[in-house]
């Protein structure tokens, strides 16, 4: 454990406030894009799959909280220290330490573009179970890796795990989980244009079916529930 602890450590370092900056300054800064972000990630993740969006939440690796922001039970929990203090300052109901996550409490677990970044993915899932109730579901949200030539020098997206759908279901179910659906989600396209013009009920579905039709920045999209 302490070596898993110190791996840990060094890892979460390099996800410090230039990296959210960088990755995510254009959305912390816009209040109207933020917004809407929300809105388009609770109809892609929650709505279109059926899930109750009035469900109990908990966020894992939420960094700045923009895929969990429109649900309305939701707990965020990120081991980043800057991204913990955004989430403080839109008064989000924040977890600062991982061991203070409540127990067999949420209904769902949402990690999007979390466990990629994790130096040990394994036991992410396995403890995973301990924060779900009984019959409760994990909503995983991973990259699709695009750049697959030779690389000797860390990128700016320092991802340190990669899966395909065959392989993070591998990973799921050795750690106790089933999956029940898997596919592509997309980005959403002229969201904040179309956010401008039109009500947000009519230009988030939009931008989904624009963001489908053009196939705009693809994620693997995992819904699994507890093994029972």
Not at 27 to 40: A, C, K, P, Q, Y
Not at 154 to 164: E, F
Request: charged share 20%; aromatic share 12%; with cysteine.
């Amino acid at each position: 454990m302490p070596i898993q602890s110190e791996a840990r450590r060094k890892a979460l370092s390099y996800y410090n406030e230039t990296y959210h900056l960088e990755h995510y300054g254009s959305v912390i800064h816009d209040e109207l894009g933020f917004r809407l972000l929300s809105l388009f990630w609770r109809y892609s993740l929650f709505e279109r799959n059926g899930l109750q969006l009035n469900g109990k939440v908990l966020d894992f690796g939420c960094g700045v909280g923009q895929v969990s922001a429109a649900l309305p039970d939701t707990v965020c929990f990120d081991f980043s220290l800057f991204a913990q203090k955004e989430l403080t300052k839109r008064n989000r109901v924040v977890v600062e330490k991982r061991e203070d996550i409540p127990r067999h409490a949420f209904q769902y677990i949402l990690s999007s573009h979390c466990l990629e970044h994790s130096p040990a993915p394994y036991q992410d899932l396995q403890e995973f179970h301990e924060y779900v109730l009984p019959d409760g579901y994990l909503v995983l949200v991973l990259p699709v890796e695009v750049e697959l030539r030779p690389a000797l020098q860390s990128d700016w997206n320092l991802h340190l795990q990669a899966w395909t759908f065959q392989t993070i279901t591998n990973l799921l179910v050795s750690t106790g989980w089933t999956p029940l659906s898997q596919s592509l989600v997309y980005g959403p396209y002229m969201l904040r244009t179309l956010g401008r013009r039109l009500s947000a009920n009519h230009a988030v579905p939009i931008a989904y079916r624009l963001g489908r039709l053009i196939r705009a920045n693809p994620s693997m999209l995992t819904i699994a529930r507890a093994a029972q």
